[in-house]
Nanobody, 116 residues
Framework: QVQVVESGGGLVQAGGSLRLSCTAS????????MGWYRQAPGKQRELVAA???????NYADSVKGRFTISRDNAKNTVYLQMNSLRSEDTGVYYC??????????WGQGTQVTVSS
């Protein structure tokens, strides 16, 4: 059974930083693309950042230069370092595992709130 668990969310002032972590189990972590999604109030869920098994990364335009995704395969963990946070970064952040071209495995989400 695949389990995905996020941690690291919280309340931060605008301009501050947070680091999210996501640990997966029950799956060959090292071969899968991992992604961070977020859902702001009243908006659709969007892909924020993704990292392939070869450590290629891509980012939403809104977070480029501010967020960094990385992975530690030995720990089955993916991270999202978020700097220069803005109020529009507020939302629930989800970690997801890509498999067979889709995203079938999700965590429960962690709340990030940026106060202005």
């Amino acid at each position: 059974q695949v389990q995905v668990v996020e941690s690291g969310g919280g309340l931060v002032q605008a301009g501050g930083s947070l680091r999210l972590s996501c640990t997966a189990s029950g799956i060959m972590f090292s071969i899968n693309t991992m992604g961070w999604y977020r859902q702001a109030p009243g908006k659709q869920r969007e892909l924020v950042a993704a990292i392939t098994r070869g450590n290629s990364t891509n980012y939403a335009d809104s977070v480029k230069g501010r967020f960094t995704i990385s992975r530690d395969n030995a720990k089955n963990t993916v991270y999202l370092q978020m700097n220069s946070l803005r109020s529009e970064d507020t939302g629930v952040y989800y970690c997801a595992i890509n498999k067979y071209g889709g995203w079938p495995y999700w965590g429960q989400g962690t709340q990030v709130t940026v106060s202005s």
